[in-house]
């Protein structure tokens, strides 16, 4: 595995941290309960997972700052508020898997909302607030698609049961209901993307891996998620060039996406072309400024560098951006290591 050939290559391997908790089944220790108060999950056979996004005051994109961002629960109706920054980024971490409603509202600028699924990879929301004031009239806050509208209720019934299964960590039964959403909706490819995420789960990644290709098909490519997925896992399989020309591909569909960025960044330092990962990166943390994972990628590329003052302070960042997450007391492992070389280093000097 790609895994182990990176522990053995690099100087301190931090990457690994990063791909051990987004595609393996190994159990850690569970993580701090959110703020949803629901059974956090194990990781990669159950790891929590994140919203971030950002809130603009209008289809100009200017961001909406300090404004109050509510994630809602459609399984268990609990709620949380954030606020967005200056740039109008917000971020939630440690968020069970499931369903949420999104909503942003600003007086005078009105209000916006979207559903988002959390699963294992970072979840991205963008609100444009719709300078009514109010929200939506009949109940129903954000806007519909045509193709949304095509998808017939009993698809849609299964899909949502399957994403609250697994926000319990149910994947095989989770499984069942996205193949019944995807069998009355053939086109349903989100529904076969969170087969493909349920079979990852499962321990199952050829299985996973023909489900991420389905959903790249069915969407004739327009649905980044599953490029970014299936390119993550090529990375796991040592073929970082295919990663990379998926991955590539998966941006060209949604630009603005940070884990987008973040994972091109993974598979470009698997071929060493380290000034273009740190293009990459800068890249992810542009739009999401609080992006803990990037540093831990950061903190590879300087200890390939051999610059283990700078690997120290990506991995401060990371320790004070995600004091719980899983596998920390690796990095702070790693952290001292590097902090060795650097005092064997100043006494060979």
């Given at each position: ?84 920054d ?33 699963n294992i ?41 399957g ?66 997925a ?31 960025h973040?994972f ?58 995600a ?27």
């Amino acid at each position: 595995m790609i895994l182990q050939a990176w522990m053995s290559k690099l100087h301190i391997g931090s990457l690994s941290l990063l791909m051990i908790a987004l595609l393996t089944q190994t159990p850690s220790a569970h993580a701090q309960g959110s703020a949803f108060d629901v059974p956090s999950n194990q990781s990669f056979g159950g790891r929590n997972g994140q919203i971030q996004g950002t809130v603009y005051l209008s289809r100009g994109a200017q961001p909406a700052s300090q404004v109050l961002v509510s994630i809602r629960s459609l399984s268990s109706g609990m709620s949380q508020t954030v606020l967005t920054d200056f740039a109008g980024h917000f971020e939630l971490r440690e968020v069970p898997q499931g369903a949420y409603e999104v909503t942003a509202g600003e007086r005078g600028y009105g209000f916006a909302s979207s559903i988002a699924e959390v699963n294992i990879f970072p979840t991205e929301v963008t609100l444009y607030l719709n300078g009514s004031g109010t929200p939506l009239r009949g109940g129903n806050p954000y806007t519909v698609s045509a193709r949304e509208l095509k998808i017939p209720a009993k698809a849609q019934d299964e899909y949502n049961r399957g994403l609250a299964l697994m926000a319990k960590s149910d994947f095989a039964d989770s499984l069942a209901h996205f193949n019944k959403a995807a069998a009355a909706y053939p086109d349903y490819y989100e529904a076969v993307y969170q087969i493909g995420v349920a079979e990852l789960r499962l321990n199952h990644h050829d299985r996973a891996m023909e489900a991420f290709q389905k959903a790249i098909d069915l969407s004739g490519g327009r649905y980044a998620r599953p490029q970014f997925a299936y390119g993550l896992l090529l990375c796991n399989q040592g073929k970082p060039e295919e990663a990379e020309r998926l991955i590539r591909r998966g941006l060209e569909t949604d630009a603005n996406s940070a884990e987008g960025h973040l994972f091109l960044g993974i598979a470009l330092l698997a071929q060493n072309r380290q000034d273009e990962v740190e293009k990459s990166l800068r890249e992810a943390l542009l739009r999401r400024p609080q992006y803990a994972d990037v540093y831990l990628v950061f903190a590879d590329l300087h200890a390939r560098r051999r610059d283990y003052s700078s690997q120290v302070q990506d991995l401060d960042i990371y320790l004070k951006l995600a004091p719980s997450a899983p596998g920390i007391d690796q990095v702070r492992r790693v952290r001292e290591a590097a902090q060795r070389r650097i005092a064997e280093s100043s006494a060979q000097n």
